[in-house]
């Protein structure tokens, strides 16, 4: 047995309890390079907390389609987690609320083109899942020498449907 949720747009207001929206459409923050180059400044809360430092990987994920069976969230207690996407696909992003120790029912949000996202420390989400191929990403995240990964199977699963 599963539970259905479909999808919501991707939008700062409706994503704020659990991360920070990057988003590079509409007008810049500011012009840099002589004119040359428009800045949408300072758009996410990076936490690497006390041991750990700043680090950017690149992921390549096989892309998932819909209905997607969601089975599994993780979160990263120790630091924040942000993933850049290096298409103009979108992707498939899906966090819930703390729950005594385990994830609540999750939300799942349909990003736009020009559209990234910042995960809070400590904030449940669930795997990469680009929608198309290919699904690069550059990811910056915590890197340290203390755990920084739990991860839960949720039984019963969860269906997400396009809203």
């Known amino acids: 047995m599963s539970v259905e949720i479909k999808t919501e747009p991707l939008t700062p207001e409706a994503f704020a309890a659990f991360g920070d929206v990057l988003d590079a459409s509409g007008a810049p923050d500011k012009?840099?390079?002589?004119?040359?180059?428009?800045?949408?400044?300072?758009?996410?809360?990076?936490?690497?907390?006390?041991?750990?430092?700043?680090?950017?990987?690149?992921?390549?994920?096989?892309?998932?389609?819909?209905?997607?069976?969601?089975?599994?969230?993780?979160?990263?207690?120790?630091?924040?987690?942000a993933f850049l996407p290096m298409t103009a696909s979108p992707f498939l992003v899906i966090v819930a609320e703390d729950n005594n120790g385990k994830p609540g029912v999750p939300r799942a949000?349909?990003?736009?083109?020009?559209?990234?996202?910042?995960?809070h420390r400590g904030t449940w989400h669930g795997v990469l899942t680009p929608l198309e191929a290919p699904g690069i990403f550059a990811v910056v995240d915590r890197i340290g020498a203390t755990p920084n990964l739990e991860e839960v199977y949720l039984d019963p699963e969860y269906v997400v449907t396009l809203g």
Do not use: K, V, W
Request: net charge positive.
């Open 109 to 119: 949000f349909l990003t736009q083109p020009l559209q990234g996202i910042n995960f």
């Open 31 to 81: 012009m840099i390079n002589a004119g040359l180059c428009g800045r949408h400044h300072d758009r996410a809360a990076l936490d690497f907390g006390p041991q750990g430092r700043a680090g950017i990987s690149i992921f390549n994920a096989q892309p998932r389609s819909f209905p997607y069976p969601l089975n599994l969230m993780e979160r990263h207690p120790e630091g924040s987690q």
